[in-house]
C-alpha cells in the first residue's frame, strides 16, 4: 500500500519567516496531494490541495509543488504569523480524498 | 448549518465492554471514513464508505466494524475493545476531493 513520509517533525520558524514541509509518496499511482491543517484540540481541516495534472497551486501566503518524477511534494508558508502555528498533515491517494494515506504531522511554531 | 457530528466525545470504557460511535453528516455526502490519530503515527484509515451498503477495510481494520445503512449515519463498532485502542477517532465525510472531519472521539479502554 501507499506510504507517505513527512519532515520535519518539528519546525519553528520566526514570524514573517518562511517555513517548508516536506513529503514524500511510495506508489506512483497517487494522484491526489491535500494539506490538512489541526488546531490544538481542533478536528483537521483542508488548507490546499493538488492533483497530479498540476505543478504548483497557490492561494495566498501558501502553496504547493509536486514533483511526480521523485515521488514528493511540499508545502510553502510565506510570511508566517503567529495563528499559522498548528500541526501539519500532507496525504497521498489513488483514488480522491476518500482514501487517504497521511503522513505523521509536522508541528510548526511561529514565534514572536 | 452543514457539519459532521460525533457522538459520543468522550468515552472511558473497559475491555470487552461493546461500544460504538455514532458520525453523522447532513451534506449528502457519499464518502465516509473513520481515522484513528495516535501520536508521532498521524492520522490512520480504519475503514471507508463509498455509499450505502458499500464499505472497505482502511489501513488498520482490524477490530473494528462498520455499517452504512442509511447515506447520513456511519457509525463505527467495537466489539470487544481492548487497551491498544485507546486513541483518538476521527469521522469524516465528503465528496470526490476535499473531506470534512468531525470534532472527535477521545477513547480510553482500561
Known amino acids: 500500500g501507499e506510504n507517505v513520509e513527512q519532515h520535519p517533525s518539528t519546525l519553528s520558524v520566526q514570524e514573517g519567516d518562511s517555513a517548508v514541509i516536506k513529503c514524500t509518496y511510495s506508489d506512483s499511482a497517487s494522484n491526489y496531494f491535500p494539506w490538512y491543517k489541526q488546531e490544538l484540540g481542533k478536528r483537521p481541516q483542508l488548507i490546499i490541495d493538488?492533483?497530479?495534472?498540476?505543478g504548483e497551486k497557490k492561494d495566498q501566503r501558501i502553496a504547493v509543488t509536486l514533483n511526480k518524477t521523485a515521488k514528493h511534494f511540499s508545502l510553502h508558508i510565506t510570511e508566517t504569523q503567529p495563528e499559522d502555528s498548528a500541526v501539519y498533515f500532507c496525504a497521498a491517494s489513488t483514488g480522491g480524498g476518500n482514501k487517504l494515506t497521511f503522513g505523521t504531522g509536522t508541528q510548526l511554531k511561529v514565534e514572536l | 448549518e452543514a457539519q459532521v457530528t460525533q457522538n459520543p466525545r468522550y468515552l472511558i470504557t473497559v475491555t470487552g465492554k461493546k461500544l460504538t460511535v455514532t458520525c453523522s453528516q447532513n451534506m449528502n455526502h457519499e464518502y465516509m471514513s473513520w481515522y484513528r490519530q495516535d501520536p508521532g503515527l498521524g492520522l490512520r484509515q480504519i475503514y471507508y464508505?463509498?455509499?450505502?451498503?458499500?464499505?472497505d477495510k482502511g489501513d488498520v481494520p482490524e477490530g473494528y466494524k462498520v455499517s452504512r445503512k442509511e447515506k447520513r449515519n456511519f457509525p463505527l463498532i467495537l466489539e470487544s475493545p481492548s487497551p491498544n485502542q485507546t486513541s483518538l477517532y476521527f469521522c469524516?465525510?465528503?465528496?470526490?476531493?476535499?473531506?470534512?472531519f468531525g470534532p472527535g472521539t477521545r477513547l480510553t479502554v482500561t
Open positions: 469524516a465525510s465528503g465528496g470526490d476531493y476535499e473531506q470534512y
Open positions: 493538488i492533483r497530479s495534472n498540476v
Open positions: 464508505s463509498m455509499n450505502v451498503e458499500v464499505t
